[in-house]
């Protein structure tokens, strides 16, 4: 797992941009499948790469997507809904496809289902060749809080305390009105990826990023599994290493520059 260390979030966002862009420019013609999170932390990510797409640096024409997680029982068009959020910050503003977008149904009838398709839609597309995450306070990637199997597939998750009251801040800050259960891909499902770029941002993070780096891999800091996987890069700013060791970040500091 490689740690890479940029002085601020927009330095880590511009960074992470250029790796996306750079990733699906070197697919050329096949279709790049690109999993994407929601949150504040890809935010300066996707206005970067809509900078690029609209300078002529990029053409998501033939990416394939696939979003971590949606709530369960808000339509597509709620305006907290992540369907909302993904086409308000990013599709609408980028030439891709609408049938490439995949993001799961948290209106289905049978959830179980809807989560055992999308599943299915990830095999047929050929895999995730890029997922593009954030992490919780509490070190959870995608909805998958703290006590996930690490084997986990996409499924239905009760959400905690802890994230419910971090989501407030988008429902009024009103925690009753932040849905109790979500769907979510699994641990298991995004180390299926071929590769992992998470974005960590902010002092808020620094606790679980320690825990997720410098301790080992566990079911309560959820991100600690990228610890396992293969080509796993976390982007963080200078803010969220505020609890690594001086001797963590001196080390990823030498080896990454
Ligand atoms: C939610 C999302 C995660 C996201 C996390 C952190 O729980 N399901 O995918 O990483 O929030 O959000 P933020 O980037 O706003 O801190």
Redesign the pocket.
């Known amino acids: 797992m490689r740690l890479l260390i940029r002085q601020d979030y927009d330095t880590v966002s511009r960074w992470a941009a250029r790796y996306i862009a750079e990733k699906i420019n070197e697919a050329e013609d096949k279709p790049f499948v690109l999993g994407l ?6 935010l300066g990510t996707y206005r970067e790469l809509i900078a690029l797409c609209r300078a002529g640096k990029v053409s998501f024409a033939k990416t394939i997507t696939f979003n ?2 949606e709530y369960v029982g808000l339509d597509a068009a709620h305006p907290q809904s992540y369907h909302r959020f993904m086409w308000d910050n990013f599709f609408s503003h980028i030439d891709i496809q609408k049938e490439n977008v995949h993001i799961l149904n948290g209106m289905a009838k049978d959830l179980a289902k809807e989560c055992a398709l999308y599943e299915e839609q990830i095999r047929a597309s050929g895999g995730i060749d890029l997922f593009l ?5 509490d070190g ?4 998958n809080e703290p006590g996930s199997s690490l084997q986990s597939r996409t499924r239905v998750k009760t959400l905690t305390m802890d ?1 419910k009251i ?2 407030a801040r988008f429902f009024d800050g009103d925690i009753s009105r932040v849905p109790t259960t ?1 769907l ?1 891909v699994g641990v298991g499902t995004v180390m299926d990826a071929r590769e992992v770029l998470i974005i960590v941002s902010g002092h808020n993070k620094a606790r679980a990023l320690k825990a997720s780096v410098e301790e080992g891999i566990n079911h309560i800091w959820t991100l600690s599994c990228l610890q396992a996987h293969p080509h796993a890069i976390i982007v963080c700013d200078e803010a969220a290493t505020d609890e690594l060791k001086v001797g963590t970040v001196r080390y990823f500091k030498d080896i990454e520059g």
Request: proline share 9%; charged share 5%.
């Open positions: 999170p929601t949150g504040s932390s890809p971590m997680d995450g954030g992490m919780g306070a959870h990637i995608a909805f994230t971090a989501n979500a979510t």
